[in-house]
């Protein structure tokens, strides 16, 4: 059986978003986010997703994850689905909870990886949730209060992240503090999470047509983040595994 095209393929670094159907919230209080957070984390550790940053807001939320064996739509689904179901019994609702899909960026790791943690890490700091580093490093809801060595997360790989800012923990511990504090002021909502040209065009499938029709799209659409070799790779890819599959559909039809 061939293993699945980069797009969902494990051992694929994605910076995912998930927002609120209408821009309403996915948490009400704290039992909500400690739900998710439990719930994300069993999930992590059950498909061996690996997770490096997170971000979970009032109406949105911001992870840093690579994909298991089981690949990114296995672990979206289950966490999504099974939180929405919870959300609803809860609040007594109906209806959905999130906002069509959720985003997923493909992200070149030696680029990005960095900017990514802080980026991601900054939104409770940037949004006025809290006021300070202080208070960021006790914030419970970010993995940067991990970080910090604040509250644990056993299934968040803060070793993996402060292994990028030096080789002993106190020395990496304070050059990711000081990157977060230059990255701070810093405008990256663009570059690492804004829409792109892909996803405003429906997603994947939509592009995959337009492909086949011969019409361009541009490839700084940001649902790749990476260089031009990076980007050209990850596309042929894909298209080399949706050749291989057209042509075994071909073969099991005749």
Not at 19 to 47: C, H, P
Not at 51 to 58: G, H, P
Not at 136 to 154: E, I
Request: aromatic share 10%.
């Amino acid at each position: 059986m061939p293993r699945g095209a980069r797009l969902d393929a494990p051992g694929t670094l994605h910076h995912v978003i998930i927002r609120g159907i209408e821009k309403g919230n996915i948490v009400r209080d704290d039992e909500d986010r400690s739900e998710f957070l439990r719930r994300m984390g069993e999930i992590a550790q059950g498909t061996g997703t690996s997770m490096y940053a997170f971000a979970l807001m009032t109406n949105h939320a911001h992870v840093l994850l690579k994909s298991g064996e089981q690949g990114l739509s296995t672990f979206m689904r289950r966490l999504l689905s099974g939180y929405a179901q919870y959300f609803n019994r809860r609040h007594q609702r109906v209806g959905h909870l999130f906002q069509n899909r959720y985003k997923s960026i493909i992200c070149e790791e030696d680029a990005y990886f960095d900017k990514l943690v802080a980026y991601i890490h900054l939104n409770p700091l940037w949004a006025g949730v809290v006021s300070s580093f202080e208070e960021l490093a006790v914030y419970p809801w970010s993995g940067h209060a991990a970080m910090m060595n604040k509250v644990r997360y056993k299934w968040l790989d803060c070793d993996y992240v402060l292994s990028c800012f030096g080789n002993r923990a106190g020395d990496a511990r304070q050059a990711y503090l000081e990157y977060l504090e230059e990255e701070k002021g810093v405008d990256r909502e663009k570059e690492l999470s804004g829409g792109g040209l892909l996803r405003s065009h429906g997603g994947w499938s939509k592009v995959q047509s337009m492909r086949k029709q011969g019409i361009k799209a541009l490839s700084d659409d940001r649902i790749i983040l990476g260089g031009d070799s990076f980007v050209r790779e990850v596309l042929q890819e894909v298209e080399g595994e949706e050749k291989c599959c057209c042509q075994q559909k071909s073969v099991q039809c005749r």
